[in-house]
Structures are given as structure tokens and as C-alpha cells.
């Protein structure tokens, strides 16, 4: 639809029909992350689909503009070229971007087949000030991925640990369901999954379920978090496991971006290595209208929050 109105409009730059597309507001926000220049780099390693990037610096007026997404992706590689122990993930949400559309907590649905009552990302919105003079604030709350995660010491069975990357993951086959991590994560960014279908309740006509058929078979199919193939089946992973936003690994190991970050219609979910100093989540963490959730309880989050 886009690319078919530019055809039709050549007069309208992208900038301009975005702008008209999203509101002023929306416009303003791609834009301020949106120019880097890409210098050319080495091959990175064999197995990555592109090349990694060189530096990204300030835009020089002959460099090639390129949306921040591109940064993050191109950033993403040249990470992945490195040692595992060598990376450290984070992600920045720009407070200030958000505007509550719920597109992340959407993608993240679709990305991991997350049945109902299971959400890795959801937004917390908050009413402020007294009327008329109200405002509204949406706060995206993943998985905090906690350098000292409190969810990791309570599990009886070392089936949530952290990985070589730093992000906390769930071995779905040792999970024994008993929830004791749910108890333990202060920021409530667990959840249990009780084999809940969304076509669990279809009406019902002429003794059939409506639309059970496709959408029923549809839910059945596998998730591939973590990488691995696992059916919706009843007794089976992750079927009365506790589950979490993992920052879709499953994505990020093969030069993808996590679904919530590709998402953001105001790109106010930012992702990469922090252990990069050239890196856009190296600058932006260092700012001082920064913060974490909850840093009093000395979990160490890596998740970093702009005001």
C-alpha cells in the first residue's frame, strides 16, 4: 500500500508521507533515529547471511540514510562475529516514543505462538496528572533479563539459568511447572502456560464448532522458541511450563532482530550489544535521563528505560 502510493504520489518523499501517514508526533520520533552512515566492513562469520558492517558514524551529506533498524540489524551482525562471552544484549525503550499502540506485545504473540494468558510484553499504561490537564504513559515491560536474576537461585530442578549471552532462559524439558520462578521475579515478567486455546471457546452451530477446523489445527502447530520445534500438545513442553520473553534468541542468532523491536512503529524499542562501544545501545545507555525498574533490588536489569 505504501510503496503503491509512492508510485502514484512521486512528488511525496517517504519522510513526508509518514508524516502525513502516522501524525506529526509518530513522524517526529522515526525520524530522530533514522540517519547513520554505514561505512563497509569485514566478512563476518561464515555462517551469517550478509556481511557484518564497518564503524556507523554521524551521516556526512553524501552517506546513504538509513533507518535505525538497519543500524541495529548491521550492529546485530558484527556482534554475532564475535565470541558469545564477548556480547552483553540489552535493550532501551524510548518512554518518550511509546504511544501505546501494543504492536510489540502483538508481534511478540505471533513471533512465539503465545497461547491466551501467556504474555512475554505487555504495556502498562498509566493515567497522570487531574483533570483536564491528564496525560497518559505506556511502559513496555519484557523480561528484564537480570545480570542477577532472583528467578534462577528458586528453581528446584537449574531449569532457568543464564545463558553464555547473559539472557535467562527456560529449558522447557527440565521445567517441572511448579512456578516458584513466577514468585521470585519482582518485575511479575513470568507467566504459566495452562494449555488455554483461543478457539477454546468457538460458538457452536449445527453441533460443530465454528471455524474450529482451521483455527484449531492452526494453534496445534509448532513454536519454534529457543531454536527448537515443540507441537501444542497436551503433557508436552512448554504445556505446563513456566515461560518468558527470552529477547527471541531464536531470532537473534541468525542475524534477525527480536519481533518486538522490528515492530515498533515509533522505533522506540532499541536493541543490541552493549559491550560495542560504537554500538547505538552503548550511547543511548550512557545518557543520563536513563533508568532500569526496580534498580534498588539490585537485580542489575538489561533492560534500560529513556525519559
Not at 564497518?54 to 562475529?81: C, H, I
Not at 503465545?114 to 504474555?119: A, T
Amino acid at each position: 500500500m505504501v510503496d503503491a502510493d509512492m508510485e502514484r504520489f512521486p512528488d511525496v518523499n517517504r519522510r513526508r508521507f509518514l508524516k502525513g501517514l502516522l501524525g506529526t508526533g509518530a513522524a517526529a520520533a522515526i525520524a530522530s533515529y533514522e540517519v547513520f552512515a554505514i561505512e563497509p566492513g569485514p566478512a563476518a562469520a561464515q555462517d551469517l547471511p550478509v556481511t557484518a558492517p564497518g564503524p556507523v558514524t554521524a551521516l556526512s551529506s553524501d552517506a546513504k540514510q538509513v533507518d535505525v533498524l538497519e543500524r541495529m540489524r548491521v550492529e546485530l551482525l558484527a556482534a554475532l562475529a564475535r565470541p558469545v562471552a564477548d556480547r552483553r544484549w540489552v535493550m532501551v525503550i524510548d518512554l518518550r516514543k511509546c504511544v501505546g499502540c501494543h504492536a510489540c506485545t502483538i508481534a511478540c504473540v505471533a513471533e512465539n505462538k503465545l497461547p491466551p494468558g501467556v504474555v512475554y510484553r505487555p504495556v502498562i499504561e498509566e493515567e497522570f496528572g487531574t483533570y483536564p490537564n491528564v496525560g497518559r504513559k505506556f511502559t513496555p515491560r519484557p523480561c528484564m533479563q537480570c545480570d542477577k536474576p532472583p528467578c534462577v537461585p528458586v528453581c528446584p530442578v537449574h531449569a532457568t539459568y543464564k545463558g553464555e549471552d547473559g539472557v535467562v532462559v527456560v529449558d522447557y524439558d527440565q521445567c517441572i511447572g511448579c512456578r516458584a520462578c513466577l514468585t521470585a521475579c519482582p518485575y511479575g515478567a513470568r507467566v504459566s502456560d495452562f494449555n488455554h486455546l483461543y478457539t477454546g471457546a468457538m460458538p457452536v452451530a449445527d453441533g460443530k464448532v465454528v471455524g474450529k477446523d482451521i483455527a484449531g489445527r492452526y494453534e496445534m502447530l509448532p513454536m519454534y522458541e529457543y531454536g527448537k520445534a515443540r507441537p501444542r500438545e497436551e503433557g508436552q513442553s512448554p504445556v505446563g511450563n513456566a515461560r518468558k520473553c527470552h529477547f527471541c534468541l531464536h531470532r537473534v542468532k541468525v542475524g534477525e532482530l527480536p519481533a518486538c523491536v522490528t515492530s515498533c512503529i515509533g522505533r522506540a524499542t532499541l536493541f543490541g550489544d552493549a559491550n560495542d562501544p560504537n554500538s547505538l545501545v552503548a550511547s543511548l545507555i550512557a545518557l543520563p535521563n536513563v533508568s532500569r525498574l526496580k534498580e534498588e533490588l539490585g537485580t542489575e536489569p538489561r533492560v534500560f528505560y529513556l525519559s
